[in-house]
């Protein structure tokens, strides 16, 4: 192999490792910025709590809010809103369920992960209680009502006038946390 083949595997092998490189660091680069910006939907895993800064309502708006259920992984459950959409003023606090059932012949965990859109109302959206702050276990044939409690921020930007709050569904059953519950349980 002549000096100038071999510069250029040199080369060519130095690329692979910067691209390797970044596409490692991606993904926390991505995570960063979406919170930074808050943009891409992602909202707060966190309760968020009422203050007495709470008790103003927009009354001269209102805003539709789109319910969303996604199973991931074939998952073998029945996930869906129990409410589909409705209006609310932002200000407003609103609580609803999502229904879940086991149809696997197996005890299992999930996990609910949210997003919302359009992302910029992702930090607008304040969860006081949500399924999806912990993983929820149910055996087989177990049936359940997920709670959710809400509301959306007076200062939500008066050109949103409809947001979805979309949840997907995924199996962590071989990666239980301590805090996983079972409230709200059916049959």
């Not at 696997?104 to 304040?126: E, F, H, N, R, W």
């Not at 969860?127 to 921020?153: I, N, R, V, Y």
Request: aromatic fraction near 10%.
């Amino acid at each position: 192999m002549d000096v100038s083949n071999r510069r250029l595997v040199g080369w060519l092998a130095g690329l692979v490792v910067v691209m390797f490189g970044f596409a490692f660091a991606l993904v926390p680069l991505y995570n960063t910025l979406c919170q930074v910006l808050s943009i891409n939907g992602k909202t707060n895993n966190q309760a968020y709590e009422l203050t007495a800064d709470h008790q103003y309502i927009d009354q001269s708006r209102e805003v539709t809010v789109e319910f969303v259920a996604y199973n991931r992984n074939n998952l073998r459950w029945d996930f869906e809103p129990m409410v589909t959409r409705f209006r609310l003023h932002p200000g407003e606090m609103r609580q609803l369920a999502f229904y879940a059932r086991n149809n696997s012949d197996q005890t299992m965990t999930v996990q609910a992960i949210p997003s919302v859109s359009p992302g910029l109302a992702a930090k607008y959206l304040k969860k006081t209680e949500c399924f999806c702050f912990e993983q929820q276990t149910l055996e087989s044939g177990e049936a359940m009502e997920m709670p959710l409690m809400f509301h959306l921020d007076p200062d939500l930007p008066k050109d949103i006038h409809t947001l979805t709050l979309s949840y997907s569904l995924f199996d962590v059953t071989g990666r239980r946390s301590k805090s996983s519950t079972k409230t709200g349980r059916i049959a």
